[in-house]
């Protein structure tokens, strides 16, 4: 069982660039989240969709887009990436009301 | 801001000893408090969790307390082991998020904790 899975797991990135983090989850749940994990700021919520077909801006959004491609599918997208969104991304799901999150491994980008 | 502050940023114990990682926050509309274990190179995993309405959880070692006054609460491990070497994270939902947006959580900063053999 899978779980949460992310791609790809690493990337170096030149400012303005663009790309593209891929989650998936195979736990059939309705929510999904996009966090970055910062040292010294703990994880921080960018972006999140509670349900297929919805997405709502988290703590950080700025400089990101977000897709529900369907339920299984949430991906974040970096349109011009900077220096300052060097980090960890973490993808994670969880189900309505159930109060554990379940993360993937983790994406780590370098913006140069 | 940082709506939930963590302390220590790092703590070193030695094998059997007593971890204490504590947290606090400002923001009253708090209603779950979870923490969250993270091992290098994986994502968080959830630990153990309390809502307000009690003054502590125990769960094995690891034990959360609660302080609603303070605004503070705070992570135990006991008999801490080397496998407890990890960082962990303490998190609050606002209740207003409702109850469908239990993975809207505020993070505190982290403590990376070593636990010597």
């Known amino acids: 069982n899978a779980g949460v899975t992310q791609t790809p797991k690493f990337q170096v990135l030149k400012t303005g660039q663009s790309m593209t983090l891929q989650c998936a989850q195979d736990?059939?749940?309705?929510?999904m989240y996009w966090y970055r994990q910062d040292p010294g700021m703990g994880l921080r919520l960018i972006y999140y969709?509670?349900?297929?077909?919805?997405?709502d801006k988290g703590e950080v959004p700025n400089g990101y887009n977000v897709s529900r491609l369907n339920k299984r599918e949430f991906s974040l997208r970096l349109e011009s990436a900077a220096p300052s969104q060097t980090s960890v991304y973490f993808c994670?799901?969880?189900?309505?009301?159930?109060?554990?999150?379940?993360f993937g491994e983790g994406s780590r980008l370098t913006v140069l | 801001q940082q709506q939930v502050k963590q302390s220590p940023q790092s703590l070193i114990v030695q094998k059997g000893g007593i971890s204490i990682i504590n947290c606090a926050y400002e923001?009253?509309?708090?209603?779950?408090f979870p923490w969250y274990q993270q091992f290098p190179g994986k994502g968080p995993a959830l630990l153990i969790a309390?809502?307000?309405?009690?003054s502590e959880k125990k769960e094995g070692r690891f034990t959360i307390s609660f302080n609603k006054s303070a605004k503070q609460f705070s992570l135990h491990i006991m008999d801490s082991q080397p496998g407890d070497s990890a960082t962990y994270f303490c998190?609050?939902?606002?209740?207003?998020?409702?109850?469908?947006?239990?993975?809207?959580?505020?993070f505190g900063q982290g403590t990376i904790l070593t636990v010597h053999p």
């Open positions: 994670a799901s969880s189900e309505p009301f159930n109060r554990e999150l379940f």
């Open positions: 736990m059939n749940h309705n929510s």
């Open positions: 309390i809502r307000p309405d009690v």
């Open positions: 923001n009253t509309a708090f209603d779950y």
């Open positions: 969709s509670a349900s297929e077909g919805t997405t």
């Open positions: 998190a609050a939902k606002n209740a207003k998020a409702g109850g469908t947006s239990y993975g809207k959580l505020t």
